[in-house]
């Protein structure tokens, strides 16, 4: 399975290059990242900063394609880098972009929008990196059923519908619109609100699902009964996404994915969830990972999955799919800055 690399985090394998090879190797990142086409030594040549000679050139694609670093179709075609090749840059070359203050401002004042609410927090977030990187974004909270409920509200919409407001451990924030089945004034909610805070404060989320409808106390009095009934089908009408999604059509507009034949199994991969959502959940809290190539399911071969798992008693991840060829050092920055933000704000 793909293994996450880090920006600083060598490894023992990785190649000593000299400096032709690493001038070479960047090169070809370069040019290959613009294209998405096989790049030739003649075309490596003809960059103003590479002063070799085109045997020299040719040499050092061969002792990088030795090395793992490069591949190609067959022994004449132009050479690109391989997912090797990519983890290694990403581990020993990349330095992640500055991100520019007005920029970092823009992602302030579009997350602080959505900040009442997590699941609106987290799908700003998957839109917010889908504008911004012009690839897939994604954010994921894992299941919410083991934390406690740690206050409640209820809020009138109108004669017909309220606001149930549960506030999690974490601080985490959970609302439902709740459908009536008779209409309920504010006094009604607000004693309604009472009795569901004695019963159900200190549970876990999964424990109030079915306390909702067993508890013989939410039943006895009919504002309850009524508030609890249509908070249970609240819940089944609107389960809770493991995965935020946004940009599909930044992947199919990259070269890699014209072909529809590539591009449905790979969307259909990130509607499911798995293995999308538990892979950003596991990286390392509080640090970008990329995972390069990911093989845990063939349709997302030759993508890259860069992530940024939250640090905090909640599961949450936001992250970035996309092609190998990802512009890594800006989709890093941005990643760990929609990240950060969405922790400092839940």
């Not at 997590?118 to 889908?130: G, K, N, T």
């Not at 409640?152 to 309220?162: F, H, I, T, V």
């Not at 309850?224 to 935020?244: E, H, K, M």
């Amino acid at each position: 399975m793909s293994q996450p690399a880090f920006p600083g985090g060598v490894a023992r394998s990785d190649p000593d290059l000299t400096e032709r090879q690493r001038q070479i190797f960047m090169s070809l990142l370069e040019l290959y990242g613009q294209s998405a086409r096989p790049v030739s030594s003649e075309a490596v040549g003809r960059l103003r900063r590479i002063r070799w000679s085109s045997a020299s050139i040719r040499s050092a694609l061969a002792e990088l394609e030795a090395m793992g670093l490069v591949t190609r179709e067959h022994p004449s075609s132009g050479r690109w880098p391989s997912p090797s090749g990519y983890a290694f840059y990403v581990r020993t070359e990349l330095t992640p972009a500055e991100i520019p203050g007005e920029l970092l401002s823009e992602v302030d004042e579009r997350l602080r929008r959505s900040t009442h609410d997590v699941e609106q927090l987290l799908a700003e977030a998957s839109r917010l990196l889908s504008s911004l990187t012009r690839q897939l974004g994604l954010a994921v909270a894992a299941s919410l059923d083991r934390e406690k409920v740690a206050n409640l509200e209820l809020a009138p919409l109108d004669p017909g519908r309220a606001l149930l407001v549960l506030s999690l451990g974490g601080g985490v924030v959970r609302t439902v619109v709740l459908e009536l089945e008779s209409p309920l004034g504010r006094s009604e909610l607000g004693e309604a609100a009472a009795v569901l805070r004695e019963r159900l404060i200190g549970l876990d989320m999964s424990r109030v699902r079915v306390a909702l409808g067993s508890d013989p106390m939410l039943a006895r009095d009919t504002a309850v009964r009524i508030v609890a009934q249509a908070a249970r089908s609240g819940w089944n009408r609107q389960p809770t996404p493991a995965l935020f999604s946004a940009g599909a059509g930044n992947i199919a507009a990259q070269p890699e994915f014209a072909d529809s034949r590539r591009l449905e199994p790979l969307l259909r991969v990130v509607e499911t969830g798995p293995p999308l959502s538990r892979l950003m959940v596991e990286g390392v809290e509080g640090q970008p990972a990329v995972r390069v190539s990911v093989d845990e399911d063939q349709a997302l071969s030759g993508c890259s999955l860069v992530s940024y798992a939250l640090p905090g008693a909640i599961r949450l991840a936001v992250g970035v799919l996309g092609p190998m060829r990802m512009d890594y050092a800006r989709v890093i920055a941005l990643v760990e800055a929609v990240g950060s933000r969405v922790a400092e704000y839940l």
